[in-house]
């Protein structure tokens, strides 16, 4: 597609333009996704700095024209859950994780002071005891996640299984500051607090809405037409 003018030109003058306009509206017209059909992959990291496509058996391959993926803790039960954003109907797609409850994770809420107070570029490096001494576990708060979504404030970690305890959580804080928290225990959630030493305990309650599983079907057909104004 041709470049928009960045001036008002008279119609002979932007040929080209309104050419390329004409034939994405009528592609779209036909059924054509805007950015083509994006259906949703799944990568499997190999440990050995190199993903795997699992995406034909992890479930998640729908027949959507996906825009996003945000992850949240919405059962409070310690894994992540999934929520997708398509461009088809059904435009939002909740996958609930079942793997059974257990105390392999730790999670943060951030809350900035000199910072912003959503915390948002604080990098949160993890350090754990056991065969996985060593390694480092990092996440980095972000504003966003893709189209129009954004995942939970938690900033979140699942432990490996041969670690045997949480020695540090390191937080570099957007202004630049530098703190490590330690007391950290597994299964827990902490409220951290820029300029704070102590980490605060956070208990969740179980959420009071739950979401009733539906079959997966493929969309019905309609007459109605995605016009390009």
């Known amino acids: ?12 003058q932007a040929e ?8 994405v509206g009528q592609m779209v017209l036909q059924g054509a996704s805007w950015s ?10 190999t ?18 024209d996906g825009r996003a993926v945000a992850t949240v803790d919405w059962d409070h039960d310690g894994d992540l ?3 997708f954003v398509n461009r088809t109907g059904p435009q939002v797609r909740v996958m609930r994780n079942e793997l059974p409850r ?6 943060f809420r951030l809350e900035g002071t000199t910072s912003n107070r959503d915390a948002i570029g604080a990098r949160v490096e993890l350090s754990v005891t056991g065969q996985s001494e060593g390694e480092r576990y990092v996440r980095t708060m972000r504003a966003g996640e893709g189209f129009i979504a954004q995942s939970s404030r938690w900033v979140h970690f699942g432990l490996p299984g041969d670690a045997s305890q949480v020695r540090h959580v390191e937080v570099r804080w957007p202004s630049g500051a530098v703190q490590r928290y330690a007391g950290i225990e597994a299964g827990g959630r902490y409220h951290l607090i820029e300029g704070r030493d102590a980490p605060v305990a956070v208990v ?12 997966v079907s493929a ?3 309609t007459a109605w037409s995605r016009v390009l104004l």
């Open 1 to 12: 597609m041709s470049r928009s003018p960045d001036q008002a030109l008279p119609p002979d």
């Open 16 to 23: 080209d333009y309104i050419t390329a306009l004409k034939q």
């Open 36 to 45: 083509g059909l994006e259906k949703h992959c799944t990568f499997l990291n």
């Open 47 to 64: 440990g050995q700095q190199r993903f795997g496509n699992i995406s034909a058996i992890s479930g998640l391959d729908f027949p959507d």
């Open 81 to 83: 859950d999934l929520w």
């Open 102 to 107: 257990s105390q392999r994770f730790v999670a």
């Open 204 to 215: 969740l309650d179980a959420p009071t809405r739950t979401l009733a599983a539906a079959p």
């Open 219 to 221: 969309p019905k057909a």
